[in-house]
């Protein structure tokens, strides 16, 4: 059995040596250098742009502006931005080009013959704005006094989902206790590794091929032939290593321009490659993040712990554009009210442009906002209730065959009730009370015994595996078996991304498993829209089960054509998953995916009441993976998702004032480092097979982030009494909380 | 930019003397950060690891002499200044990573001057001297006269601190430091806490001081503590009292790292946690 080895990764010697060319490796030798030009603006129109004195530097090469830009539009999916802001747009965009709405917004690109000249090329540009109002957060743009797209509807509010299911009346009489608070979730950035970079050149067919670190190949190939207006066989994209995603690498950075650059100088005869490189700062301004929001939440139950109704309104901050909001908020909209048979719901979600930086994929889309409500609700209905919280989750869970809150029947293989019962058993929930002695305090910060508090928490959640609402979702993979009496090698052409996770690795032991031959007879060729073809994105916890299903046809057709005498034998497969519905505007009503992930998530917690820190001792993650191709890189997923959420729940603090990002460096922005991750995650992993995945797989990527907020939010509470409806838990925060609720402070 | 690395403290002396647009640097690990943020650097910079004397760690019948260059690392793993100011050395070890430690010295950390600075409280705690020279000679000052502001030191054009000295620490007296941040590790203070201790045979305080750091633009020697300790056994209402007093010496900002309030709130806890901290000690060497 190849399926459940712990197989070493392919990519990992060269990781670890160093062999492996991210994008800011690639040959700088001879190359032109790049520079993007961020406005700095939140909200200005471009008066005028005086190019000449970057020109006149005699190592300036060029400085593209709007005006070279043929179609000066894109977006994920809506073509809401321009390419460059700037003047003289020719293209046919509908979106104004002379605006700037958020201070990444790219007004040129400078190439130069050296990294220095492009930065004095680019210091060079003058540029005269007339300032517009900034609209700086979600209640400003609700007032509608300054619209960020007055060319999009009537109302920044511009996109929204409903949810009419049963009677709201008759479930309000039916409730015993009711449980209402608002929510404040906060902005996190990805903090990928490496930040973006990428070289643009004219290859050897003629192609203009960009070489970068993305999600998705046919994507990015798509917006570029969109905003260049050129056909297919002219644009060719390739990823090298890529050095973390996590969603912030789903929209555009520097692909666009670097294509734009390399057609363009090509033309003019200079067909040296443009090499780009973004500073972290540039990154971490110039991409978007996870949105924050504000989500307002009414609960009932029955004093046996039936949820009666359950009511929503939420908002998610758009920022300037709406990248892929409007799937986020959709997937925010599934997930608050909970994993749960829900009779009777009401909920409006919306999401908003502001003039910050966009709000969009990132790893658990839009759930772990969602889950952060659903489960304070949960969790503050059992202490309502008198009921044990795990218990009261087990009365309400989804289950197989329930109708979920989109009105049809969920997809078959809910394994929610067997996930929160494992997390139960695994983590002793019930049985086994916090200690401080088994907790470290903060370890730079001793406390004494008797100022700490400790508690445990729980939550869990779902989130769907695969594109949603409709989307045309499809797999594309190539196998072709090599030999004369047996097969004596197979190489999977696919461009499915591996953006850290060990996707490729994953690939191929799934094709040795379905074409029977040894894991070192198979080979990839992966992430070329030059020879692979469309895998869909490094997303939405999709590509082993997309993948998956996609190599097992494959395999499948290549193994009819060896048997026929095909030498090579070539097998060509499309997967395409049961489809999917946009929900009806009004009611919700409709099925919006076709496979799910389960988690639940148990957590020890200390707190030092006097500084306001937070230690977490152990994190028990159940989460169910259908069949665990590769245990070991399952094991890194969890990691690594609890610690990502770690610094969602307590230290990572954006700070975005009038559209602007105040510390858009690590020495600011503190993500969690070796010291403050929690003592010990259990990756509890459950394997109840998803009836449709490959081999049983579920998508399992994003789930383990997903409840934690809410768990560690719930382990506080049960260490002080006190309910905390926003975070990061930052010491401050914290304190200020215990404060309010009377926690006296002991010198 | 010249970069250059004179082998004599008269050398060094020479080049700033003849050069005012001249930079001493030791570990470079707030210089280079400065630089990469836009900062634009002297036209001479001089690096002062070359000369064997600021790289100096040595201790006699007198005091300590540390060298102003000689590096965190170097000061951390000396196990004989860890015993006698066990405070000053964890707070030179907190400066930055281990990486961080092998290049970062007392006189970088000091000379930028940032309030922030993890080494400040506890040299001025242990009344520490600096050891300032020049073409002019040599002059000697209070280590709480170095540094005047944010980036503001009491060095005139041409001078620079050649070493530190510190006394021989008497029996029964320690020192701690504890730094509140919000991450474990490489953070930057948003307060940090000296105390030094004395106490008799019998564990009563016979002397105490506190000093804060991050709180004000200079460290902040907090009035009174004394006065509340001596006579005590340290225990808890005497703490509350110079707790009070420590938030009450504060003169904090607001910014991105944390509140007024907050940081009124944190010296007062840090006071009492370090006070009882450097009493444990203090009692451990009878």
């Known amino acids: 059995m190849t399926v459940g080895d712990n197989r070493t990764r392919i990519d990992a010697h060269g990781k670890v040596t160093g062999e492996a060319d991210y994008p800011a490796d690639l040959p700088a030798e001879g190359a032109l250098h790049g520079k993007v030009v961020f406005s700095g603006q939140a909200h200005a129109r471009m008066v005028a742009m005086d190019t000449s004195a970057a020109l006149a530097d005699p190592e300036v090469v060029a400085v593209f502006t709007a005006a070279d830009v043929p179609v000066n539009e894109y977006g994920l999916t809506m073509f809401d931005q321009p390419v460059l802001v700037g003047l003289n747009a020719t293209g046919i965009a509908d979106v104004a080009s002379d605006v700037s709405r958020w201070e990444a917004d790219q007004i040129a690109f400078v190439v130069a013959e050296s990294a220095e000249a492009a930065e004095r090329g680019a210091a060079a540009l003058e540029v005269e704005w007339e300032q517009l109002p900034a609209v700086a957060d979600i209640d400003h743009a609700l007032r509608d006094e300054v619209r960020v797209h007055p060319e999009s509807g009537d109302s920044n509010a511009y996109y929204t989902y409903r949810i009419r299911k049963g009677d709201m009346e008759a479930g309000w009489a039916e409730a015993d206790v009711i449980v209402e608070d608002t929510y404040v979730v906060p902005h996190q950035e990805h903090a990928y590794l490496q930040p973006e970079a990428g070289i643009g050149y004219i290859d050897s067919e003629g192609r203009i091929t960009v070489k970068v670190a993305g999600q998705w190949t046919y994507e990015e190939l798509g917006q570029i032939l969109h905003a260049l207006d050129l056909t297919e066989d002219k644009v060719r994209v390739v990823y090298t290593a890529i050095g973390g995603a996590f969603g912030g690498r789903e929209d555009m950075s520097v692909q666009i321009v670097l294509a734009l650059a390399a057609w363009k100088l090509s033309q003019q005869g200079e067909t040296r490659p443009i090499h780009t490189v973004w500073s972290r700062e540039e990154s971490v301004v110039g991409h978007h993040k996870r949105h924050r929001g504000r989500i307002h939440a009414k609960w009932g139950a029955t004093k046996d712990g039936r949820i009666t109704a359950v009511e929503s309104v939420g908002y998610l901050d758009a920022g300037a554009y709406n990248y892929t909001t409007n799937k986020v908020l959709g997937n925010m909209h599934l997930t608050v009210g909970g994993a749960y048979e829900i009779p009777n719901a009401h909920i409006d979600s919306h999401g908003v442009y502001t003039n910050t930086v966009p709000g969009g994929a990132f790893r658990g889309f839009g759930a772990p906002q969602g889950a952060f409500v659903a489960e304070s609700q949960m969790n503050k209905l059992a202490e309502k209730l008198g009921i044990d919280p795990v218990e009261l989750r087990l009365r309400n869970t989804l289950q197989e065959g329930s109708i979920g809150i989109t009105q049809v029947e969920l997809p078959a293989g809910v394994s929610m009730p067997e996930v929160i019962a494992g997390c139960r058993d695994r983590s002793e929930w019930g049985t086994r009370p916090a200690q401080v002695s088994d907790l470290k305090v903060f370890e730079s910060l001793p406390s004494a015994t008797d100022r700490t508090r400790t508690g445990r928490g729980f939550a869990c959640s779902y989130k769907n595996v695969g594109f949603s609402f409709g989307f045309p979702e499809r797999c594309d993979a190539r196998v072709e078996m090599y030999g004369d009496d047996e097969i004596e090698r197979v190489v999977l052409h696919h461009g499915g991304a591996d953006v850290g996770q060990g996707a490729h690795t994953a690939f191929l032991q799934m094709l040795a498993e379905a074409a029977g031959v040894d894991i070192e007879r198979v080979e990839g060729v992966f992430s070329d829209t030059g020879s692979s073809g469309d895998s869909g994105s490094a997303s939405a916890s999709r590509l082993s089960w997309m993948a998956g299903n996609s190599i097992l046809g494959a395999s499948e057709e290549a193994a009819k054509a060896w048997l026929d005498g095909d030498r090579p034998a070539v097998g060509e497969f499309r997967f395409v998953p049961p489809a999917t519905e946009t929900l009806d505007p009004d009611t919700g009503v409709g099925q919006p995916n076709f496979a799910y992930g389960y988690v639940a998530e148990a957590v020890d917690l200390a707190v030092d009441i006097d500084t306001g820190h937070i230690s977490i001792g152990s994190v028990v993650c159940s989460t169910d993976v259908g069949r665990a191709i590769n245990p070991t890189l399952i094991e890194g997923q969890v990691e690594g998702a609890v610690v990502q959420a770690h610094g969602y729940a307590i230290s990572e603090n954006l700070q975005v004032v009038d559209g602007h990002i105040l510390n858009p460096r690590f020495s600011g922005y503190l993500i969690p480092g070796i010291l403050d991750i929690p003592d010990e995650v259990d990756s509890h992993i459950l394997e109840i097979p998803d009836p449709r995945g490959p081999f049983g797989v579920r998508g399992m990527a994003e789930m383990p982030f997903i409840p934690y907020a809410a768990a560690v939010v719930a382990a506080l509470h049960d260490a002080t009494g006190v309910w905390f409806n926003e975070f990061p838990l930052t010491p401050s925060r914290v304190l200020a909380g215990l404060q309010a609720a009377g926690f006296s402070a002991a010198g | ?286």
Not at chain 2, 61 to 88: C, F, K, N, V
Not at chain 2, 170 to 186: K, N, Q, S, W
Not at chain 2, 239 to 250: D, H, K, T
């Open chain 2, 1 to 286: 930019m010249m970069y250059t690395a004179p082998v004599t403290v008269d050398e060094a002396c020479q080049l700033l003397a003849s050069n005012s647009a001249a930079k001493v640097f030791a570990g470079a690990t707030d210089l280079l950060p400065q630089a990469q943020a836009g900062r634009r650097l002297e036209d001479v910079l001089v690096d002062l690891k070359r000369i064997p004397r600021l790289m100096n760690l040595e201790v006699d019948d007198q005091g300590w002499t540390i060298g102003a260059a000689a590096s965190a690392a170097r000061l951390a793993e000396h196990s004989q200044l860890r015993s006698e100011y066990p405070g000053l050395v964890e707070a030179v070890a907190l400066i930055g990573s281990d990486q961080i430690q092998n290049r970062a010295s007392l006189g970088g950390n000091l000379c930028n001057a940032s309030p922030a600075a993890d080494s400040g409280p506890s040299m001025v705690v242990n009344e520490a001297r600096a050891v300032i020279v020049s073409t002019a000679g040599f002059r000697t000052i209070p280590i709480a006269d170095l540094v005047r502001g944010p980036g503001e030191t009491s060095l005139e054009p041409g001078e620079f601190v050649a070493e530190f000295q510190l006394d021989r620490p008497a029996a029964r007296r320690a020192d701690a430091y504890l730094r509140f941040t919000p991450r474990t590790e490489m953070d930057i203070a948003v307060v940090g806490a000296a105390a030094r201790v004395a106490v008799d045979d019998a564990g009563r305080c016979t002397d105490a001081a506190v000093v804060l750091g991050a709180v004000a633009p200079t460290t902040v020697r907090v009035g009174g503590i004394a006065e509340e300790l001596v006579g005590s056994t340290f225990d808890e209402e005497a703490l509350a009292r110079c707790a009070a007093l420590s938030s009450e010496a504060c003169r904090p900002i607001d910014d991105k790292r944390g509140t007024k309030e907050f940081r009124r709130h944190i010296a007062g806890v840090l006071t009492t946690r370090v006070l009882r901290l450097a009493a444990e000690r203090a009692s451990e060497q009878r």
